[in-house]
């Protein structure tokens, strides 16, 4: 792992260094000047932003093979090195499509997500139809060629896939359970710890980025691997619904890290009912900036991968009919308002900064005037109301270069915060008093950074934007 991480790195050239000792890691950081792509704003905080990539569009298409280079700094193949491209009959190899996307990186000094070992799907069926003693041996041999063939190049592997059902947090009755009882999956870790062991070794699920019964069995599975030193981390898959970040995400990761593993976001995408409207668009980006937002903030979160360069290119469509619109980018390559949502969130300066722009038309979605001063100024706006509530984003941007910011502001109604993120302070009564957070305060001239909150209000009142006073701390 150490090898590709060292080597992308070394590329952020000139980099002021200040100790984040804040994050937890003790990297080189760069804040000379506003980051305006997402990689080199994730580079300067020390995480991955990652992209699921189709070898075919990566040797046909010389926009989108450019877009991947430019914008990411970890990569993950989509289908490349699943079981069925790998290994599509016993002991047939079949590594040029994994080849070339992790030649790709290697290229554009990118890390590699590997995924993934043992899944349901995409297993050909010769595996399946094994009895236990053939499959065991089948899945470690399968794991160590593969584990193998990469060591030194994939820094992190998914072991397993998708092992826990949607039904109340039972295992999933896969075909590996059925063959082989639960110890399947200790079985995978063991083996890819010894094919690798300098690699981080994930578990990795969807439906469990809030806290709910199925990542309380993926919870409870990851504190037996983690005792045995045979886990590193857990993959959120965050395949999301618009509007649906859980209101738990943070606090869901935290536990984990609290058992000292590290998190990932490995296949963000959110979808829309489509046609997609200029209102969804930006609450998509309102969405993303949440997801990337809680990584950013959690030291041992190692980054954000998305599921997808292009709306295009994506799965959903296929698999929600009527549903789509899940990236960063829109069919013809441009940007959507997510895009800029997450420069932001990782702490760049995308222009246009979608958390500043009106919502809806909805009149209780509202933006505050950009007020004057002299340090830096602060807006608010509200991404999405509801009768009792509200999600507000804030900008916070420097007008000089700052230490340290504070922001003051008096609700004129019941407003109420009730929880968070990216600003600390004095936050639940009727006069807010917020302050950076250790990691988004030091900021140059020109740049913003973004924090986030939710409030309570009295049932079916107006969610007001009051103005914002920024003074350097
Ligand atoms: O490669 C064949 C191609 O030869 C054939 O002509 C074509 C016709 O359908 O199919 C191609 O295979 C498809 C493959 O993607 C590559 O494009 C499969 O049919 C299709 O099922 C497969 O879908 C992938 C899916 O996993 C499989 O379950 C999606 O691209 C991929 O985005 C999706 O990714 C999964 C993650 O691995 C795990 N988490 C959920 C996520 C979304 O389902």
Redesign the pocket.
Known sequence: MLLTRQRRRAVIAGAVTVATAALGIGLSTQFASAQTTLRGAADAIGKDIGVAVDANRLQSNAQYRDIVASEFNSLTA??AMKWDATEPSDGNYTFSQADSIVDFAEDNNQTVHG?TFVWH??TPSWVQSLNATSMRTAMVDHINTVANRYEGRVDSWDVV??VVSDNNGAMRDSFWLRTMGEGYITTAFQTARAADPNADLYIND?SIDGINAKSDTVYRIAQGLKSQNILDGVGF?A?LILGQVPSTMEANLQRFVDLGLKVRIT?LDIRINLPADSAELQQQANDYQRVVEICAELADCSGVTV?GLRDADS?VPG?FPGTGAPLLYADDYSKKPAYTAVLNALGGDGTGNPTTTPATSDPATTTSPPPTGSGCTATLSVSSPWNTGATYSATVKANQALSGWKVTWTWPGSERISNAWSVTGTLTGASVSGANAPYNGTLAAGQSTTFGFNITKADGSTASVPTVTCTPA
Request: a negative charge; zero cysteines; glycine letters at 0%.
């Open positions: 989509e289908n995924h799907q995409q896939n998708e969807y898959q395949h296949e599921w799965w698999t």
